[in-house]
């Protein structure tokens, strides 16, 4: 078992499944977990490490099953977590020859990749197209927090700054999963603030697509709304100074 400074690896298995947001975090980084403790020997790769939840956990899954976990964060995390099976990279993980001269077994593919350091609509989709081809076929890229909802007015972490981020997050996804469709499965939890989680079908080495431009009708129906509110109000003023 993985000696973890900051997480208490029993307290969080006894929670999982259990009611209120405790019960709704551990179940959902336990999901981590589950997907790599039923492979054989994975290469496991997580970006953002800080207090090492989902690295205490993805440690865990990799020492039951002869596995690898490597993690990347932009600052000092070494101390996150102790196991003979664990690998911690300082680095931006955006840099991915660094990365991979730190790592050269994640060439070979990553059977799962973590995602959960920069929150921007434009460093996700920079992981996603420039990691997304070391993913091996079958593989599966998770995402921490893909729901926005606790950001938002009134909710539990009412936050006006950070929530065009955690909006931003899920929309990149969503749009980067549209424009791979035939590639991929994806699946979001909701909850606390949320784990997507997608399977890549496609073989290892495969360039993606990246996002699609999606566009809402809003700005069109609102701009019809206003051509209409228009007209009706000039027929209303024309009607009166007729009268
Ligand atoms: C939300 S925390 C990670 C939490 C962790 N996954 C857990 O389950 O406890 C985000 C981390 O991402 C790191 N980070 C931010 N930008 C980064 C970047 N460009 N490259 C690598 N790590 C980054 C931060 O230093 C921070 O430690």
Same mark, same amino acid.
């Given at each position: ?39 054989? !020997? ?64 994640? $060439? ?98 495969? $360039? ?27 027929? !209303? ?5 007729? $009268?």
């Amino acid at each position: 078992m993985p000696d973890c400074t900051y997480q208490n690896l029993e307290a969080l298995r006894r929670a999982e499944h259990q009611p209120g947001l405790e019960g709704k975090v551990a179940t959902l980084h336990l999901k981590l977990y589950h997907l790599v403790a039923q492979m054989t !020997a994975p290469v496991v790769l997580e970006f953002g490490v800080d207090k090492g939840m989902s690295t205490c956990l993805l440690a865990a899954a990799c020492e039951e099953n002869g596995g690898w976990l490597y993690s990347v964060d932009i600052a000092d995390c070494s101390a996150a977590i102790r196991s003979p099976v664990w690998t911690f990279i300082q680095s931006d993980d955006l840099q991915v020859a660094e990365i991979l001269a730190a790592a050269p077994a994640l $060439r070979d593919g990553v059977h799962l990749l973590h995602i959960d350091s920069a929150h921007s609509r434009e460093h996700v989709e920079q992981q996603l197209l420039r990691w997304y081809p070391y993913v091996r076929q079958g593989g599966y890229i998770t995402f921490h927090d893909v729901d926005a909802t606790p950001y938002l007015a009134g909710q539990r972490k009412d936050d006006p700054r950070h929530e065009p981020e955690a909006l931003g997050v899920p929309d990149t996804i969503r749009r980067f999963f549209y424009a791979n469709e035939d590639a991929l499965f994806l699946e979001f939890h909701f909850g606390s603030t949320g784990m997507g989680i997608m399977r890549k079908l496609a073989p290892l080495g495969t $360039r993606p697509q990246p996002p699609l431009k999606l566009h809402t009708r809003q700005v069109q129906v609102s701009l019809a709304g206003l051509f209409w509110t228009g007209r009706a109000l000039a027929a !209303a003023l024309v009607k009166r100074f007729l $009268r």
